[in-house]
């Protein structure tokens, strides 16, 4: 339990340090809850609601997990043949000679080298496979396709294929305000405001869950598609989406990545997966703060929540991102 504790002091510490309003610690061991935390309020408003199992966290950029699955779906059905086709074949209507040797897998790896301007005009930064970028013209690139090859949203396959059997019904993009969304801060000294979208195709970053749900995400993960005493998707989904997918990198500091999750291979000095983390883990974050951390060799699932944009500020970003997943690694090393 002391342990425990530690973790929850680190999360506390950090919301203090960054003036998050709001934070929640849960996990996960043999898919059992061990520790359930909330801390703040939806909002530094006086009137804010207090945090609660409830409360519901934007994840931002946590849900290319979510968009990783439906790729990893669409790969097990057949309808994208290989990651390693070229993206010129699914993307006719962008500039051939821009896309060149892309391919899919660079596109779900940040490792496409693609980048866009205000205006919406693409350009490339370097050449596919040379190195490892986070932008968000492939994320929408493989929203796009996705939705295209299913002839829905990807929220809506994940509605009927996981939502539903799982229960979880309190993962949602939202595109209306209610009284349980916490609230998203940018300037501590100023009231938070709603992050929504205006539609749930999965193509803008209002996906809203609970700690609980995050939590069970990444479990549902950690057991490889079974819950609920059955085989609710096949594991090869699964396996594709959390394996490392990633070309091999000159550089080998670089990031390594499955389906969008950052996967631990070699401990790599640019990765956001402390080194002292067990290869095979996998973890997602946003910049809000949120973070799933999955560690398979200690059946371990950690769901952590903040709601401050720019929560880990930019000079410290990787090394509060490696030491939560360090801690994590030695609370539950044997």
Excluded: C
């Excluded at 609660?52 to 309808?79: C, D, P, Q």
């Excluded at 903040?306 to 970003?317: L, P, Q, S």
């Amino acid at each position: 339990m002391k342990k425990l504790e530690k973790l929850i002091g680190w999360v506390e510490d950090i919301k203090e340090k960054n003036k998050s309003s709001a934070s929640s610690l849960y996990i996960l061991k043999d898919s059992k809850v061990i520790l359930e935390h909330y801390s703040g309020y939806h909002s530094n408003s006086t009137e804010a609601a207090p945090i609660n199992s409830s409360s519901l966290f934007n994840v931002a950029s946590a849900r290319k997990s979510y968009l990783g699955l439906a790729v990893a779906y669409a790969l097990y059905e057949g309808k994208i043949k290989s990651l390693d086709d070229y993206a010129i074949e699914y993307f006719e209507e962008i500039d051939e000679q821009l896309l060149g040797k892309t391919t899919l897998r660079h596109l779900v790896t940040h490792s496409h080298g693609l980048h866009e301007k205000n205006d919406g005009t693409i350009f490339r930064e370097f050449e596919p496979g040379n190195g490892w970028a986070y932008r968000g013209i492939n994320v929408l690139m493989i929203t796009w396709l996705v939705n295209r090859l299913f002839n829905k949203s990807f929220p809506e396959l994940l509605n009927e294929r996981v939502f539903l059997p799982l229960g979880l019904s309190k993962t949602v993009w939202q595109t209306t305000e209610n009284e349980a969304l916490v609230k998203e801060i940018i300037n501590p000294d100023e009231d938070g405001s709603y992050k929504l979208g205006s539609s749930n195709n999965g193509t803008e970053s209002n996906l809203h869950t609970t700690a609980s749900e995050f939590a069970q995400w990444g479990n549902f993960h950690l057991n490889k598609g079974f819950a609920n005493g059955k085989q609710i998707i096949p594991k090869e989904v699964i396996e594709t989406a959390t394996q490392i997918q990633s070309p091999i990198f000159k550089n080998i500091n670089l990031p390594q990545n499955g389906l969008f999750w950052y996967v631990q291979g070699n401990p790599a000095d640019y990765s956001e997966i402390g080194e002292r983390v067990p290869k095979g883990s996998y973890q997602i974050l946003g910049i809000t703060g949120p973070t799933l951390l999955v560690i398979p060799e200690y059946n371990v699932v950690v769901a952590k929540m903040y709601n401050k944009r720019y929560n880990y500020g930019d000079d410290n970003y990787l090394y509060y991102l490696r030491e939560f997943s360090n801690l994590v690694a030695d609370t539950f090393r044997e």
